[in-house]
């Protein structure tokens, strides 16, 4: 895991780490050193509720929970940006993978 992110670092930074993703990396997002999401590009084909990454910072925490249990696709200016997904069961922060 290459980018951690705090979500209020996220929710102040938000066209940063979408563009990230966007670009192709993975960034987990925490909230209080605990995993909550990782934010990654999408994949071409997938069918995800759609948000634009306004709604996502102004709702950063419901929409943060609402990707715990399904994927999120955020839209800039109507284009896909990025995925909110949820973390594997299972995953530690810090182990090897």
């Known amino acids: 895991m290459e980018c951690v992110v705090d979500s209020s670092t996220l929710r102040r930074r938000a066209s940063e780490y979408v563009g990230?993703?966007?670009?192709?990396?993975?960034?987990?997002?925490?909230?209080?050193?605990?995993?909550?999401?990782?934010?990654?590009?999408?994949v071409p084909g997938e069918r995800l509720t759609r948000i634009s990454v306004t709604t996502f910072r102004r709702t950063l925490r419901s929409?943060?929970?609402?990707?715990?249990?399904?994927?999120?696709?955020?839209?800039?200016?109507?284009?896909?940006?990025?995925?909110?997904a949820p973390v594997p069961k299972g995953f530690r922060l810090g182990a090897e993978e």
């Open 20 to 42: 990230r993703a966007s670009a192709g990396e993975t960034i987990l997002v925490t909230r209080r050193g605990r995993p909550m999401a990782f934010l990654r590009p999408p």
């Open 63 to 84: 929409a943060l929970r609402t990707a715990r249990s399904r994927p999120v696709l955020l839209t800039w200016h109507g284009g896909e940006a990025a995925v909110v």
